[in-house]
């Protein structure tokens, strides 16, 4: 294979591009082991103390991730999220003004691998995401078992990550003068293992909950479509029923987390590695149903859900 290196004398703005990225991919790759591992060798340590006050506070957090997190301004306001927006770049693109006084549900598609577009957009202020939306506070949902690693949940929910459970969506469709944006991933998991260039695979008609849910709590649903998701990384082909296929699928089950074996680019070269290719990223954010006080039936909004009448 021939390697393309990267030219020496590429600007420091880039590199500084580079180096976000390369601290969002071990954020969601590698910080989340290495904090378990500093909870246990402080276990382990003279200073086991701290690490059973820490364990008791974990207990007596232990709601905190599906009653709306806690998240920080300074967090996902910090300078480094400007520069992981414009490695790709991303873009919010607003169609129609949300109401405040709402709550709604974003359903965001695709998942992709690591849904950059969802990070960069509703877990930092490089978007301009309250300038956009005025009034709104976003919450993307991850899955539960990211919650229960030490210190790793506490950084994540400050950008505001919160638990994908059924009480923390409906905690945030219930928020008393509305406000809150939840934003799901509908794909979830599954849904990364069909994330490749050039391709759209979209799990949605096995998933219904989300939309029951803002029916039960008169939450609008918005549809939000991350163009570009899918061209970040390149995956080994894995077309359903191969033995990669059920391995992966099997260790989803197991684990809740999708295993995709993917490649795209390196630090300095362009041949091989786990950053993501610098493609665009453009999420658009269409036009809300609104639930009224005689909402429409769940196979009426499903089909309104599939048909396109969401218009992005």
């Given at each position: 294979m021939k390697v393309e290196f990267a030219p020496l004398n590429i600007p420091l703005r880039r590199r500084f591009q580079t180096?976000?990225?390369?601290?969002?991919?071990?954020?969601?790759?590698?910080?989340?082991?290495?904090?378990?591992?500093?909870?246990?060798?402080?276990?382990?340590?003279?200073?086991?103390?701290?690490?059973?006050?820490?364990?008791?506070?974990?207990?007596?957090?232990?709601?905190?991730?599906?009653?709306?997190?806690?998240?920080?301004?300074?967090?996902?306001?910090?300078?480094?999220?400007?520069?992981?927006?414009?490695?790709?770049?991303?873009?919010?693109?607003?169609?129609?003004?949300?109401?405040?006084?709402?709550?709604?549900?974003?359903?965001?598609?695709?998942?992709?691998?690591?849904?950059?577009?969802?990070?960069?957009?509703?877990?930092?202020?490089?978007?301009?995401?309250?300038?956009?939306?005025?009034?709104?506070?976003?919450?993307?949902l991850m899955l539960p078992f990211w919650f229960r690693v030490p210190f790793f949940r506490d950084y994540i929910m400050f950008g505001g990550l919160v638990s994908s459970e059924k009480a923390s969506m409906s905690y945030l469709l219930s928020h008393p003068g509305g406000g809150a944006a939840a934003v799901v991933a509908v794909g979830g998991a599954p849904e990364c293992l069909e994330a490749r260039p050039g391709a759209?695979?979209?799990?949605?008609?096995?998933?219904?909950?989300?939309?029951?849910?803002?029916?039960?709590?008169?939450?609008g649903l918005v549809p939000v479509f991350s163009f570009g998701e899918n061209e970040l990384f390149d995956q080994m082909e894995n077309p359903v029923g191969s033995a990669l296929r059920r391995v992966q699928d099997r260790m989803q089950r197991i684990m809740g987390v999708a295993l995709p074996l993917i490649h795209a680019r390196g630090v300095f070269q362009y041949s091989f590695g786990l950053l993501p290719y610098r493609k665009p990223i453009?999420?658009?954010?269409?036009?809300?149903?609104?639930?009224?006080?005689?909402?429409?039936?769940?196979?009426?909004?499903?089909?309104?859900?599939?048909?396109?009448?969401?218009?992005?």
């Open positions: 180096a976000a990225v390369l601290q969002w991919i071990f954020s969601f790759l590698g910080l989340a082991q290495c904090c378990l591992a500093a909870f246990v060798l402080l276990c382990v340590s003279d200073w086991w103390i701290l690490a059973a006050l820490y364990a008791g506070w974990l207990y007596l957090d232990r709601d905190t991730p599906t009653n709306g997190g806690r998240r920080s301004h300074w967090v996902r306001s910090w300078t480094v999220w400007k520069y992981f927006r414009d490695y790709f770049p991303i873009s919010l693109v607003k169609t129609v003004d949300l109401d405040p006084t709402r709550n709604y549900l974003f359903g965001f598609h695709p998942h992709g691998v690591l849904v950059a577009g969802a990070f960069g957009n509703f877990c930092t202020e490089a978007s301009q995401f309250s300038t956009l939306f005025p009034g709104l506070t976003p919450y993307l759209l695979t979209l799990q949605l008609l096995q998933r219904k909950g989300f939309i029951k849910l803002a029916l039960k709590h008169g939450a453009h999420t658009v954010v269409g036009r809300p149903i609104l639930v009224e006080v005689n909402p429409l039936p769940l196979k009426r909004t499903l089909s309104l859900f599939t048909s396109g009448t969401w218009r992005v």
